[in-house]
């Protein structure tokens, strides 16, 4: 069978190739054109979209799934909306496609510049958010990259709705349909062998879970941006206006306690923890687990006391892990030992304690005195993301348009030989 997957993958492979000498002579316009036809189709399909993806809630509901997971995949007239909206706010955007930057002359008279490019075609491999695969689509279309989708099967419904209309909308605008690709099968055997499609797929994007991410690493043949999950820490200073961090802490925590950029672990200094951890608790009371160590558990007796494996866990839930520090060296190290190098947050009035902390927590993202969940694409102005990359090289962080392009030296010259 896995012959015949992988025969099935390259043709798609082949034809999102083909689609992408189309996009590779797009115009701007002509592309904010397809961008506007698609979230028109969007909504035009609202309708079978939301019963789909009430079926998809349905059925994962039925296995018992956290409610903080379903939450994740759940849709209605409003977030589709906002998915719409998205697409407006890239379609504003300039087009990064051809832009030349850093122009030097050299001695000899060459001019040499590097100009961004499309990566070409680029594979999402992801779990249960709907939201990622419009986010992804667009960001592709709008860098003239074609997508190749593979989501995960508890939302198959609800994104094969949307990818449809995607390309319903792709095909009112002229557009090859192929510049959007959908794997509508739910067999394991399908993202195996998309990931090792190497020369037919340019670049592998892995968004979801650490089982997901850490497969996709392993055994991927592709080139991988690997996205992180996110086990992100509060350290709570002494300095720290202690109201300030409640007030992180319950956003940070509890505003969508599914999403990768909330907050797992908050890290409080042993000076002031008498003072905060009881206005933490009453804050979290009947919301939020508190699962502390055992000195947390000496000022909060009726917490539950953490365990080792407790501080290395995404619990993506309403339960959060909690452990008293002597110093801001101590949280760092513990930040450095258990973090994903996703997203770190201090609260301090320290200013050189605030230095340090941005400078040697190992984080693609480091906040002080603001709330983790701004960790997006959305909110960090790039309109939408494919995806938070946590790895230390090409792309890290939230990733926006010029984030899945590469470039190449263009050189100028009248001539010169060496």
């Known amino acids: 069978?896995?012959?015949?997957?992988?025969?099935?993958?390259?043709?798609?492979?082949?034809?999102?190739?083909?689609?992408?000498?189309?996009?590779?002579?797009?115009?701007?316009?002509?592309?904010?054109?397809?961008?506007?036809?698609?979230?028109?189709?969007?909504?035009?399909?609202?309708?079978?979209?939301?019963?789909?993806?009430?079926?998809?809630?349905?059925?994962?509901?039925?296995?018992g799934a956290k409610e903080s997971l379903v939450e994740r995949l759940f849709l209605d007239e409003s977030r589709l909306e906002d998915i719409c909206d998205s697409i407006f706010q890239i379609m504003e955007l300039d087009d990064?496609?051809?832009?030349?930057?850093?122009?030097?002359?050299?001695?000899?008279?060459?001019?040499?510049?590097?100009?961004?490019?499309?990566?070409?075609?680029?594979?999402?491999?992801?779990?249960?958010?709907?939201?990622?695969?419009?986010?992804?689509?667009?960001?592709?279309?709008?860098?003239?990259n074609t997508v190749i989708l593979r989501g995960g099967k508890e939302?198959?419904?609800?994104?094969l709705q949307l990818v449809n209309a995607m390309r319903e909308g792709l095909k009112g605008a002229g557009f090859p349909e192929n510049c959007i690709s959908f794997i509508n099968h739910t067999e394991r055997e399908y993202s195996t062998e998309l990931m090792k499609l190497r020369g037919y797929v340019d670049l592998l994007i892995p968004r979801g879970g650490s089982g997901l991410i850490r497969s996709v690493?392993?055994?991927?043949?592709?080139?991988?941006?690997?996205?992180?999950?996110?086990?992100?820490?509060?350290?709570?200073?002494?300095?720290?206006d202690l109201?300030?961090?409640?007030?992180?802490?319950?956003?940070?925590?509890?505003?969508?306690?599914?999403?990768?950029?909330?907050?797992?672990?908050?890290?409080?200094?042993?000076?002031?923890?008498?003072?905060?951890?009881?206005?933490?608790?009453?804050?979290?009371?009947?919301?939020?687990?508190?699962?502390?160590?055992?000195?947390v558990c000496k000022i909060l007796p009726e917490v539950l006391e953490a365990t080792g494996e407790d501080f290395e866990t995404e619990f993506l839930d309403y339960v959060v892990a909690v452990k008293i520090v002597k110093n801001i060296s101590q949280a760092m190290e513990h930040i450095n030992s258990y973090g994903t190098r996703h997203s770190e947050i201090i609260v301090t009035n320290n200013y050189q304690n605030a230095v340090e902390f941005q400078r040697k927590v190992d984080a693609a993202a480091v906040y002080i005195n603001a709330s983790s969940r701004f960790s997006d694409g959305g909110e960090f102005g790039f309109g939408a993301e494919i995806g938070i990359s946590t790895q230390k090289f090409h792309a890290r962080g939230p990733m926006g348009l010029k984030e899945i392009m590469t470039y190449k030296y263009v050189i100028l010259g009248e001539g010169q030989i060496r």
């Open 155 to 159: 939302a198959i419904h609800t994104n």
């Open 96 to 144: 990064p496609v051809y832009e030349v930057s850093e122009v030097g002359k050299r001695p000899n008279g060459l001019q040499i510049a590097k100009m961004f490019v499309p990566i070409g075609v680029v594979a999402m491999i992801y779990e249960s958010r709907p939201n990622v695969t419009v986010d992804a689509a667009v960001i592709t279309l709008k860098t003239s």
């Open 1 to 63: 069978m896995s012959e015949r997957i992988r025969k099935e993958l390259i043709e798609m492979a082949e034809q999102s190739k083909e689609a992408f000498s189309f996009l590779a002579v797009s115009t701007s316009k002509q592309k904010n054109d397809a961008l506007r036809s698609i979230a028109e189709h969007l909504r035009k399909n609202s309708k079978n979209i939301i019963e789909a993806n009430k079926l998809d809630v349905a059925n994962m509901r039925n296995t």
């Open 217 to 240: 690493v392993e055994n991927a043949t592709v080139p991988v941006i690997e996205t992180g999950t996110g086990n992100c820490h509060l350290f709570v200073d002494e300095s720290a």
């Open 243 to 295: 109201n300030m961090a409640v007030e992180i802490a319950y956003n940070a925590k509890i505003q969508r306690p599914g999403a990768c950029n909330a907050i797992e672990t908050i890290l409080v200094h042993e000076n002031i923890a008498k003072q905060f951890l009881p206005m933490l608790h009453k804050k979290f009371k009947e919301i939020v687990e508190i699962r502390g160590s055992e000195e």
